[in-house]
């Protein structure tokens, strides 16, 4: 696999997006990954969150049954430990000095849990998954979750690419407040290129694309 830096991508890479709230003006979003270098900007988001998703840290899919016990409580160590060994991965998007969101994304053996479905859906697992998105709460409704998915797809290809899951909530017909769209939207992924392999449970998809590697 190739290694890739977190500085970020390069400032052709930088994502402008319109936003949907007030004033129609463009914004400009880097996306770096996180990494040791970037731990304190992403540190810094989640704590102004109270540690995100009851104190998640985003270590949810990094957790086994088995382990869960064992780190309750201790999550933000667990994820610095985990940054910090190049065992966890986020394209994390910055607006100036500030992260305003992020997408997990890795392997599944770096994100082994709630991997189950798979056997219903007979598929073979994919070679990267797309866990969950968070978007800061001052910035939602701006494309920061689109940046931040564009940004782990080429992370993902500058490592050689693969096979590429996500795990949109299905809103159609449903009210969703935009605070919990932690694994973000079907539409989103269907612009990006992914495709339905088929649900888990009654409000999750599985969607997959193939990345190139470069």
């Not at 129609?24 to 540190?43: C, H, I, M, N, Y």
């Not at 998954?129 to 993902?156: P, S, Y």
């Not at 795990?167 to 694994?183: H, M, N, Q, V």
Request: charged content about 30%; proline content about 4%; some cysteine.
């Amino acid at each position: 696999m190739k290694k890739f830096s977190a500085r970020g991508v390069s400032s052709d890479d930088h994502i402008a997006s319109r936003t949907t709230q007030g004033r129609q003006s463009k914004t400009r979003f880097l996306v770096r990954e996180l990494g040791g270098e970037t731990w304190p900007d992403f540190a810094r988001i989640v704590e102004k969150h109270n540690g995100v998703w009851g104190g998640c840290w985003c270590t949810a899919f990094h957790l086994k049954r088995s382990e869960e016990k064992e780190w309750a409580g201790k999550h933000k160590a667990l994820k610095e430990r985990l940054v910090r060994a190049n065992r966890s991965h986020a394209a994390l998007v910055y607006d100036g000095p500030d992260v305003v969101g992020w997408c997990q994304f890795g392997s599944p053996a770096e994100l082994p849990a709630r991997m189950s479905g798979f056997n219903r859906l007979g598929e073979a697992p994919p070679d990267w998954r797309i866990t969950c998105f968070f978007i800061d709460r001052d910035h939602r409704k701006e494309g920061v979750a689109k940046a931040a998915l564009e940004g782990a797809l080429r992370f993902i290809a500058a490592r050689g690419g693969g096979t590429v899951d996500g795990y949109p909530i299905d809103t159609r017909g449903k009210p969703y407040s935009s605070s919990f769209l932690w694994g973000g939207t079907e539409s989103m992924f269907t612009e990006l290129g992914f495709h339905p392999l088929g649900n888990l449970g009654t409000s999750k998809r599985v969607m997959r694309k193939v990345v190139r590697g470069r």
